[in-house]
Structure formats: structure tokens, C-alpha cells
């Protein structure tokens, strides 16, 4: 008989503005927000809980955020740190179950279907979990457990910071059928805008909707989602991309965004991260791939395979950068930005080098991996490349 599905989703508090104060005592019990600059169309990347008591939230307007605490610490974040401690959380998760599906910076998946002979109770092991990075790391993360990764997701956001929220087999409905509109992830405030307009302000009602009559309002990808979502289906909008050997971040925007520097910043963390993940596993690639879902749950891909292997989180950048561009419909709302490098082999495997090869880009690329290298036996990332983090749109990474 198969076992029943189990899935952890673990997301990490505040986590830029829970770094900065775990770091720094002096920030701690104050409003702690991190972002680009007012002057310069900025948003806010993350904010601590004392900043959002006063209305304070993620991807806003940097501006607005200083109208509403100008007395909060504005902080322009530390990519390379944030990096490291997030490394720090993801080894403590892997070991808890062999599959873990990062899935941004700052949050992952664990699929625990039969380790409950070897652990125990799902709700005893996700507690365990949670003691275990803040012994280890200092930070406090959230965990929802669902029988899929889409009401995992919700679930884990229920009770920050440092929640638990379990949904046991067989009460998906009831879990989403008690929900307000504004807790079913994915439908956000021009969505529900929308839903409203057509007299659908419950999930219940969203029930009681025919598919085709929520198509007429919301498109029909649109619909669709809605449609299972209400009724605690797994989306699929999780899962895994299919694809040969292949390593990938992503991260969704709490809210639609159609500031395209604030994307493309975000595509420059994504870069890092998978950039430093592949030098941790001894990989390397050449085919680049660049996910974009917009607010209607419409998503588009491009990939482009080039002549000689991606050489240092720069050269990924400039790469997804340009394949961004390419796709990107200007204007539209974006909900996610994911960046994958595919078709991995053993960076140890001879490469025959272009004939002009980039004499700079090769030295680089050398400073990264000793860097690296540097990093993983002090246990801690101690040299940032300052070229690269300060070439964010908004010059705040």
C-alpha cells in the first residue's frame, strides 16, 4: 500500500531583517527594514516584525515604507551573508528527509511521505526541526505540514513567525473551506479585486462557482488554478521542473510586480545562490534557463545553451539578464522568477575554452572558487566579490 503523502514546507522568518538582527544586538526589538533606495524606485526585499506592526510589507515601495516608520534601521542587506546562513538552514533540513526542494533564499520543501517509521509523528518531527535551526543557526523558521506541497505552503505562512500548522490527511476541503480569501495562496489583491466585482468574496462561494463562470473573470489558466486550489488540490505550480541533470532557484513575490529593476535584482540573488550550490556539488553547465509566472499563473520559459560553461555567478547573471529580457512581456505583473542552469556535468571534466578566451573572466572565476573554498573550511562566507553585489538595478546588493 502506498504510504500517504507527506510534505514540510519551512520558511524562514523575516529572514534578511532576522540576519541583520541576529548579527547585530543593537537592531534587535526595533524595526529592521531591507531594501534598495527611495530615491532610486526601490522596494523593500524584507522586513522584521516589528516594521510590519506598522504596515510595513514586502515589495513595497521603499518609499512608502519610510512615510509609514521613518524611524526603522533601512538597511541595504548583505547578500553573501544571507546566502551563508541560509546554506546553514538547508544542511539542517537535509537532515530530516533525503529530498529537499529549495525553493528560494529563504524557503524549501521537504517530502517526509515514509520517514515517519524512522522519525515519528510529522507534527513531533517538524518541532524537532524547528528547535534544531535555532540551536544551530539562531534563526526561527515557520512549518506547515500538508498532504501537498500547495497547502504546506499556505499553512507554514498561518502563524508566523516561528509557527506550526498542521493539515491531516482527508480535511484539505474543510482546511481551505475555513480560510479567507486573502490566505488561499496565489490570489492576490488584483485577483480578489476582480473575484469581488463578480460577488465572489468566499471560498465557499469560489466553490460554488462553475469552472467556466470564473474562466469569464479570471482567464482560463486563471480558472483553473482557482478552481483546484479552493478545493485543496495540489496545483502543481511546485513541483519540480522536468529536466536532465539540473540545478535551480526561484522565488515568488508576496505580491504582483511590475518593477522590472526590483525582477531583475532578484535575478541577480538567484544567480549567486545557484552559483555558489554549484560549486558546493562540483558542477558546471552551459544551458541557462529563466522561468517567468505572471499575476494570471500564465508562465513562460527561455533557455539558451552557450558555446563554453557558465564561469563565475557574474557570467550566470549577465546570462539570465539578457534571456530576462528577451521574454519578458514589459508591463505585465510578475508572481515569479526562477533561474536554472541544466544539463550539469563534473566541473572536473576537460572543457575545450573559446580561442579568445577571457583571460579576466577565467581569473574570476579562480578568486570565486578559492573563495569558496576559503568559506566552506571556516564555515562561513568571508570574502564577497563587491563587482558583482553592488551591480543590483538599485545598487543595494
Known amino acids: 500500500m502506498k504510504p500517504q503523502e507527506v510534505f514540510f514546507h519551512v ?21 529592521v527594514i531591507v531594501g534598495g533606495d527611495p530615491d532610486t524606485r526601490g522596494v523593500v526585499s524584507t522586513c522584521s516584525y516589528e516594521a ?21 534601521v533601512f538597511l541595504h542587506g548583505r547578500m553573501a551573508r544571507y546566502g551563508e546562513k541560509s546554506r546553514e538552514v538547508m544542511s539542517v533540513l537535509r537532515e530530516f528527509s533525503p529530498d529537499v526542494q529549495q525553493i528560494s533564499v529563504d524557503e524549501a520543501f521537504l517530502d517526509m511521505t515514509g520517514t515517519e517509521r524512522l522519525f515519528g509523528p510529522a507534527e513531533d518531527v517538524a ?37 506550526l500548522v498542521v493539515v491531516p490527511a482527508g480535511t484539505e476541503a474543510e482546511f481551505m473551506l475555513a ?13 480578489r479585486a476582480r473575484l469581488e466585482e463578480a460577488g465572489l468574496r468566499t471560498v465557499r462561494q469560489i466553490l460554488d462557482c462553475p469552472e467556466a463562470l470564473l474562466a469569464t473573470i479570471l482567464g482560463q489558466a486563471g ?8 478545493r485543496g488540490v495540489d496545483v502543481g505550480i511546485f513541483q519540480r521542473e522536468s529536466s536532465s541533470r539540473s540545478l535551480s532557484s526561484e522565488r515568488t513575490f508576496p505580491f504582483d510586480v511590475t518593477d522590472q529593476d526590483a525582477v531583475e535584482k532578484l535575478l541577480l540573488e538567484l544567480a549567486e545562490d545557484v552559483q555558489f550550490r554549484l560549486l558546493d556539488e562540483g558542477l558546471s553547465g552551459n544551458t541557462v534557463h529563466v522561468k517567468i509566472r505572471y499575476s494570471d499563473f500564465r508562465t513562460v520559459s527561455v533557455q539558451e545553451t552557450g558555446d563554453e560553461a557558465v564561469r563565475d555567478s557574474g557570467d550566470l547573471y549577465a546570462r539570465a539578464l539578457a534571456l530576462f529580457r528577451r521574454k519578458y512581456e514589459r508591463g505585465l505583473a510578475v508572481r515569479l522568477i ?10 572536473s571534466a576537460p572543457e575545450q575554452l573559446g580561442l579568445f578566451a577571457d583571460s579576466a573572466r577565467e581569473r574570476t572565476r579562480k578568486v570565486e572558487e578559492a573563495v569558496h573554498g576559503l568559506s566552506k573550511k571556516r564555515g562561513k562566507r568571508l570574502v564577497t566579490r563587491a563587482r558583482l553585489l553592488s551591480h543590483g538595478p538599485d545598487g543595494d546588493e
Open 11 to 31: 520558511d524562514l522568518d523575516a529572514f534578511f531583517a532576522a540576519v541583520e538582527q541576529l548579527d547585530n544586538p543593537d537592531y534587535r526589538g526595533k524595526p
Open 52 to 72: 510590519r506592526a506598522f504596515g510595513v510589507r514586502s515589495a513595497m515601495p521603499m518609499a512608502r515604507a519610510v512615510q509609514l516608520c521613518p524611524h526603522a
Open 127 to 163: 518541532r524537532e526541526l524547528k528547535a534544531r535551526v535555532r540551536e544551530r543557526t539562531g534563526l526561527t523558521v515557520s512549518v506547515g505540514v500538508a498532504p501537498n506541497r500547495y497547502l504546506a505552503k499556505i499553512s507554514s505562512g498561518l502563524s508566523k513567525p516561528d509557527g
Open 179 to 191: 480560510r479567507p480569501l486573502k490566505d488561499v495562496w496565489g490570489v492576490g489583491e488584483k485577483t
Open 223 to 230: 480558472a483553473s488554478f482557482l478552481y483546484q486550489a479552493a
Open 338 to 347: 526562477g533561474l536554472a542552469l541544466c544539463n550539469l556535468r563534473d566541473s
